[in-house]
């Protein structure tokens, strides 16, 4: 059953009221080449962390409790099934701008932060509450996903799969423009063990495992990377995971039993916001010089002892700084990039500043860097590149797409840049990109594309850009937006308007 909708479906359609508003004429994009920039395979190869999950077993402690009369639900780590489950109503979904049930996408239930919440006061051991539990995985989140930026934890719902339930691939909705991130919790049935998810919960018949009660059978949580790849990763009591907002996940198909994951929204914001079912917040922490925290990346916890003969070419060795999403619980996973390598950061930025400034008009920078005239060499004419542009990693609202709120390589690169040179111009947009021609490379992209500015105001932005550009494809993250934007992309509880859709960012780098 379908909700009626008040937007459009297709996130296109926010492409043509741009241009409608513009009007005729208006020049609101560029033409861009489908094939790859020297710099376009150092670029691609940046990683940091886009997932963060910790082994935390004070979380199983925590008491739920129901918001009307403060009844126990008993705890995370043994919850009572029947009282919650009393509580739920079938859970929906965002297909583009419409709110939808269909089972064959979704199945499940849900009950919803205004029907139950936490006893938070509650001292769980000493003088250490529930609200010091949350307080601690705000820290570790902040710590694994958005360092020098402000946390802030709100219970959204409690999710519930029972037989054949399951959630296809999709993005989570945001609720806010300072909305970036999903933390999950795993929930325990009294009486019941939650499997660990690695081998869709079908080994050996290990000796081990006789006798044991486990809460539900499949209902594998999957990640599905912007690369193609996709990781698997335990939703325990014991746990927590989180990630962001923009990465696509699924639950697969629970075969027997419950699965029950605690859901909560991570805004980026201090304690001046206030937000209802809030459980932590903490402030932002001062941020490590980013190559300090490059640099050590993949050195030995223990360097206190530089005088023994042991090779330290680990510290140097790239595939030391490519962990595992799920611990290396199998082999038969795949392995996701999860750190930046450290010296792919420091070679890549001076290449790049380098080669905007070469760009510049020969007849604007009269000086050299001790201040001395320099000779007058002729402009190069108008129409010669002066902006160099590439496609941010992740996706963003339009509104959203502020220096305060980038993510994970996104927010490094920004700094980094910011950093290398101070007089370096740089612009961050939503685009739509547009394809144009027929004929296709062997990657199955099309020789070219239009990039536009998805943004009320491109036509007054864009005079603003030198207007002939470079654009640094980044391989992989252009072909899987093209991708999202063929049809209606599937979102959490709720649509998205196309105001609060998700877009791509580019960044936008000249010298003035």
Not at 74 to 95: C, D, N, R, Y
Not at 324 to 349: C, H, K, M, Q
């Amino acid at each position: 059953m379908a909700a009626p909708a008040s937007q459009p479906e297709h996130i296109a359609f926010a492409y043509l009221a741009v241009q409608k508003a513009l009007g005729k004429g208006e020049k609101t994009g560029w033409t861009i080449k489908a094939q790859d920039h020297p710099l376009s395979s150092a670029l691609a190869a940046l990683r940091v962390d886009e997932v963060g999950s910790r082994y935390d077993r004070t979380l199983s402690a925590v008491k739920l409790v129901t918001l009307n009369n403060g009844a126990s639900l008993g705890t995370i780590g043994s919850l009572k099934l029947p009282e919650v489950q009393a509580l739920a109503v079938p859970s929906s979904f965002g297909k583009g701008a419409e709110t939808v049930y269909d089972e064959s996408v979704r199945k499940g239930t849900e009950v919803s932060a205004d029907k139950l919440g936490f006893a938070l006061e509650e001292r769980i051991s000493g003088s250490f509450t529930a609200k010091d539990i949350f307080k601690n995985v705000a820290e570790a989140v902040a710590t694994a996903l958005f360092p020098g930026q402000p946390v802030k934890l709100v219970f959204y719902k409690l999710a519930i799969y029972e037989p054949g339930g399951h959630f296809e691939k999709h993005r989570d909705t945001t609720h806010a423009d300072s909305h970036h991130g999903t933390l999950l919790i795993g929930c325990t049935p009294e009486g019941a063990t939650t499997p660990w998810e690695d081998d869709d919960n079908d080994d050996d018949d290990d000796d081990a495992d006789e006798g044991v009660s486990y809460a539900y059978e499949g209902g594998q949580f999957s990640i599905h990377h912007s690369d193609g790849t996709s990781s698997k990763w335990p939703v325990r009591p014991d746990s927590w995971l989180a990630f962001y907002t923009d990465l696509e996940h699924s639950v697969a198909p629970v075969t027997k039993g419950v699965r029950l994951t605690l859901q909560f929204d991570i805004y980026l914001e201090d304690d001046t916001v206030e937000r209802a079912h809030t459980v932590a917040s903490v402030p932002a922490t001062k941020r490590e010089a980013e190559g300090k925290k490059l640099k050590n990346a993949g050195d030995s916890d223990d360097d206190e002892d530089d005088t023994d003969d042991e090779d330290d070419s680990d510290a140097h060795d790239e595939s030391k700084l490519f962990l595992p999403p799920n611990g290396g619980r199998s082999a038969d996973e795949p392995t996701v990039p999860t750190r930046i390598v450290p010296d792919r950061l420091a070679d890549f930025v001076p290449k790049l500043v380098a080669f905007v400034r070469s760009m510049r008009k020969a007849g604007d920078d009269t000086r050299t860097k001790s201040g001395q005239a320099k000779a007058k060499r002729p402009r190069k004419k108008s129409n010669e590149p002066r902006t160099a542009v590439f496609l941010l990693h992740h996706l963003y609202r339009q509104q959203s797409l502020l220096p305060e709120y980038l993510k994970g390589i996104d927010k490094a690169l920004y700094e980094a840049l910011k950093e290398a040179d101070p007089q370096l111009n740089i612009a961050l947009h939503p685009v739509y990109i547009n394809m144009s021609g027929d004929e296709y490379g062997e990657s199955g992209e099309p020789w070219s594309q239009t990039m536009i500015l998805a943004r009320a105001d491109a036509s007054h932005v864009v005079k603003t850009i030198p207007q002939s550009i470079v654009f640094i494809r980044r391989p992989g993250v252009e072909a899987s937006l093209l991708k999202m934007q063929e049809g209606a992309e599937y979102t959490g509880n709720e649509s998205m308007p196309t105001e609060y859709s998700y877009f791509a960012g580019a960044m936008f780098l000249w010298f003035s």
